[in-house]
């Protein structure tokens, strides 16, 4: 039981770990970012890749659920904190290093697209990705951080071993 404990407690440090550093590093990088706005909108970071390129998402990933109104904006908002409560939860619940650290990421991630929405009605989008001229879409440091989150929960189940259930602790 005690080796239980420690290893679920350390699980939970390390998911706070990630989530607190991918909050606070977006926040950094936002605050740069739309400090240095006259200087940095428009440059390129990798030719034929990467430019910085700001705009203001009122949707979701790729703008999908546009919202147009504050009501729609609050409603968004309230499903968005509903689904990091959930990944929270299952968080708190494991007690694998790998599985606690890219769901921190992806909490942390979350939170930073939320406090935007708090602040701004908007999240702060700056990184434009594209192929040469097809552009592929605009992104901001929680997307990063939410997307390596989700890698590492794939890698994390790929290589859990077959035809074993994973422990499940049933108490909070």
């Not at 097809?134 to 997307?147: E, G, K």
Request: with cysteine; proline share 3%; net charge positive.
């Amino acid at each position: 039981m005690f080796d239980r404990l420690d290893k679920v407690t350390a699980a939970r440090l390390i998911a706070a770990a990630a989530a607190t550093a991918a909050l606070l590093l977006n926040l950094a990088v936002e605050r740069f970012a739309l400090s240095s706005r006259a200087m940095l909108d428009g440059a390129t970071l990798i030719p034929h890749l990467l430019d910085i390129r700001y705009v203001w998402n009122r949707g979701i990933s790729f703008s999908l659920f546009w919202q147009a109104s504050d009501l729609g904006s609050v409603a968004l908002s309230l499903g968005l904190i509903a689904m990091v409560a959930a990944l929270a939860v299952w968080t708190f619940r494991t007690d694998r290093p790998l599985l606690a650290a890219s769901l921190g990421l992806i909490v942390g991630g979350a939170l930073g697209n939320i406090v935007d929405r708090a602040v701004h009605k908007a999240v702060f989008d700056f990184l434009s990705v594209h192929l040469g001229t097809i552009p592929l879409f605009v992104c901001n440091a929680s997307d990063i951080f939410i997307t390596l989150g989700v890698l590492g929960v794939l890698a994390e189940e790929i290589r859990a071993p077959r035809g074993q259930a994973p422990q499940r602790e049933n108490r909070i």
